[in-house]
């Protein structure tokens, strides 16, 4: 067989022989692009669905944080929209009390405020206290409020004090100052405050939540 012919066979076998160890190759990095393609596209499903996952849990709370929110937000503002009703009430009835204060009736019914104050105080010698206005009236009853205070069984000395910045009523003291009866009707809107804001929210809101 010539040289030429030989080499030539010889190189034929060589191209044939690279040419199907390409072919291998190129086969098995195609199998192995496609095994990572696939294992990457599996990595990203996975991914996606634990990032969606996350999403909604946090969304639900979220949701349910600003709901809650919202819930107590509301709550409070209810709770002072009643709070400015019972203060409105409150503020009507001072006004009452007020137009009370300067009628004819009122008049009549200080000297018996006057009187159950001293028993109450149940001292031999009172000391009455009250707006301007009303410690006149009491001046022109003081033998009347003697009287009764000490009854046919004592006898009982009234006095007058300073007069002090309230609406009506009056506050009735030992000569000493160490016992004193409040019979204001400031004195007994204080001793009254909490029981008048529930019966005050039962009539306003009785049935609501």
Request: proline residues 1%; aromatic residues 4%.
């Amino acid at each position: 067989m010539p040289a030429e012919k030989g080499a030539q066979l010889i190189a034929e076998d060589i191209l044939k022989e690279a040419k199907e160890k390409s072919t291998e190759i190129i086969r098995a990095a195609k199998r192995e692009a496609k095994t990572l393609l696939d294992a990457a596209s599996f990595g990203a499903k996975e991914e996606e669905e634990r990032v969606v996952k996350e999403a909604r849990i946090q969304g639900k709370q979220i949701y349910g944080q600003v709901l809650a929110e919202g819930r107590m937000k509301a709550k409070r503002e209810m709770l002072q929209k009643r709070e400015a009703l019972i203060n409105e009430v409150l503020k009507e009835v001072e006004d009452k009390l007020r137009a009370h204060a300067s009628s004819k009736k009122y008049e009549k019914d200080l000297v018996g405020i006057a009187v159950a104050a001293g028993k109450k105080l149940g001292s031999d010698s009172v000391v009455i206290r009250a707006n301007r206005r009303d410690l006149k009236l009491l001046a022109g009853t003081k033998d009347q409020i003697e009287r009764e205070l000490g009854g046919d069984k004592k006898s009982v000395t009234i006095s007058f004090g300073e007069p002090i910045q309230v609406i009506g009523g009056v506050r009735v003291g030992t000569p000493d100052g160490k016992v004193e009866i409040d019979e204001t009707f400031e004195g007994r809107m204080r001793r009254e405050f909490e029981t008048l804001r529930v019966k005050i929210a039962k009539v306003l809101f009785e049935g609501f939540k």
